[in-house]
Nanobody, 115 residues
Framework: QVQLVESGGDLVQTGGSLRLSCVAS????????MGWYRQAPGKQRELVAT???????NYADAVKGRFTISRDNAKGTVYLQMNSLKPADTAVYYC?????????WGQGTQVTVSS
């Protein structure tokens, strides 16, 4: 059974930082491309950042220079370090694992940035 479990979401003030974690089980983690997505109320889910199985990263323009995605294959965990947070970053953040036609999602963790 595949599970992606996110943690680290919280209420933080503008300019603050958070680190999200996503622990994966039931998959060969090192083979999967991993990503973080977010969905704000009334909006579609959008890409935040991805990291390939080889370690290449990609970021949405809105978070470039503020967020950093990383992975620890030994721990089966992907991280999202979020700095200089803005109210516009408020959303539920979802972890995603993808390998060819296989795709899995976590349940999400709430990030709220107060002004």
């Amino acid at each position: 059974q595949v599970q992606l479990v996110e943690s680290g979401g919280d209420l933080v003030q503008t300019g603050g930082s958070l680190r999200l974690s996503c622990v994966a089980s039931g998959i060969i983690f090192s083979r999967y491309n991993m990503g973080w997505y977010r969905q704000a109320p009334g909006k579609q889910r959008e890409l935040v950042a991805t990291i390939s199985s080889g370690g290449s990263t990609n970021y949405a323009d809105a978070v470039k220079g503020r967020f950093t995605i990383s992975r620890d294959n030994a721990k089966g965990t992907v991280y999202l370090q979020m700095n200089s947070l803005k109210p516009a970053d408020t959303a539920v953040y979802y972890c995603n694992a993808r390998l060819e036609w296989l795709e899995y999602w976590g349940q999400g963790t709430q990030v709220t940035v107060s002004s």
